[in-house]
């Protein structure tokens, strides 16, 4: 079994994508102080889980978002920056707001897909409060149902500024 | 108290305390190339620190002394180990601290200190991480005491600079029944008290399957960087440990600066090797079963107390 694995290390060798040219434009002051190095705290508002199948391969090997210092970590209180998913439902709007208030300064909202932006297709719906910047003030916005790995990658590296 | 002693309790802190986060990104990189991946550099836990060092400092509502004092207590304990342990030179600073008792008792302090202030958060993962953590300490600390009490028997003395130098004057004993049972013994302890695979994943951050990581969910700022310090620091100090018990070469005997040279050398490189090997085997590894554990845990302790009543009957 070990030595089967061992194969398959050596015959699949590095499937990282050679990495695009790093982003000219810092996405806010905060960057400067965070210096190289993000911790995540990825929230779902209400997502139809397209964006966290985008999430998760960019940080999987072919994209491998952490060799630019971003990290996803398992609380707000260790987190940088928070990557609100989906509109934000009415269930979800006090938590959102709480996960916001407990991350400490100084912090970051990207909002990743059309929903989160602009509420998508669910625009309207009984069950939306509405964007992500109706309840928490956002500073990186990412575009596309859902966007895609390079998108997301292209927005943590404008906050790790690697 | 000696020259040369005092001279590693100077050099040995301050290696320590500068190299174990390299220490976290070599291995973190090692991992990410076995995966397939390029990495973020061994240099990124140091940046990680310098950025939470700079956040807001977070104390949660109804949270007590307990939760303040425990990663000051964590780095301070294992800073203490580090002082007093035979790592660069054969002598300590302060002999009598370097005694297999305490500094056993001393880390168990840092561990125990985070499992109280997890409790003290007064969350579900806090206490469930706190419980995991002490049934884990439970198991962890006999076979360590016994597993070095072993190592101890043909010394005469339980001072770990007397059982490095005696290894040093006759490495052949390394090889005996007693050496090696020890050896595998310690290997499994350090495994799980560091909170590596197959015990704990540290890159894991699913809360069911969390040890370590569960009882710092609520620490930020200042306070987390203190305890991802001291949570490296201890990885390298028991690294440490077992390659100078077992493995003593090159550590400086006497006081001259090639000699210290030497030692801070051989000691790097000897950590760097073992913590390479622990990551390279965590690839192939899946982790343990919660309620799996103890069952590996006694069968450590089984090596530890077989290599003890060897030293006596075989040694």
Partial sequence: MVLSLWRKIRRTGRVAEPAPPPPDAAAGPAVAELAGSVQIRHVDAGSCNGCEVEIGSAFGPVYDAERYGARLVAAPRHADALLVTGPVTRNMAVALRRTYEATPEPKVVVAVGDCARDCGVFAGSYGVAGAVRDVVPVDVEISG?????????????????? | MTPLGLVGGVVQPLLILAGSPLLLGVMRQIRARLEGRRGAGIGQPWRDLRKLMRKQRITPRGTTEVFRVAPVLLVATTLVVAVVAP???????????ADLFAVVALLAL???????AGLDTGTAFGGMGASRETTILALVEPTLLVAIFALSVRVGSTNLPAIVSATLE??????????????????IVIVAETGRLPVDNPATHLELTMVHEAMVLEYAGPDLALIELGSAMRLSVYLGLLANLFFPIGIATELSVLGILGGVVAFAVKVTVLGAA???????????????????????????????GASYFLG
């Fill in chain 1, 145 to 162: 149902c859902p966007p895609r790995p390079e998108a997301i990658v292209a927005a943590l590296r404008s906050l790790t500024g690697r």
């Fill in chain 2, 87 to 97: 790592f660069v030179t054969i002598t300590s600073a302060v002999g009598p601290v």
């Fill in chain 2, 110 to 116: 840092g561990t125990v200190a985070v499992a109280l």
């Fill in chain 2, 170 to 187: 006759d490495p052949g004993q390394v090889l005996s029944s007693a050496s090696l049972l020890a050896a595998v013994a310690l290997m």
């Fill in chain 2, 278 to 308: 622990l990551a390279t085997t965590e690839v192939f590894l899946a982790k343990l079963r919660l309620f799996r554990v103890p069952e590996l845990l006694a069968g450590s302790f089984l090596l530890a107390l077989l290599a003890a």
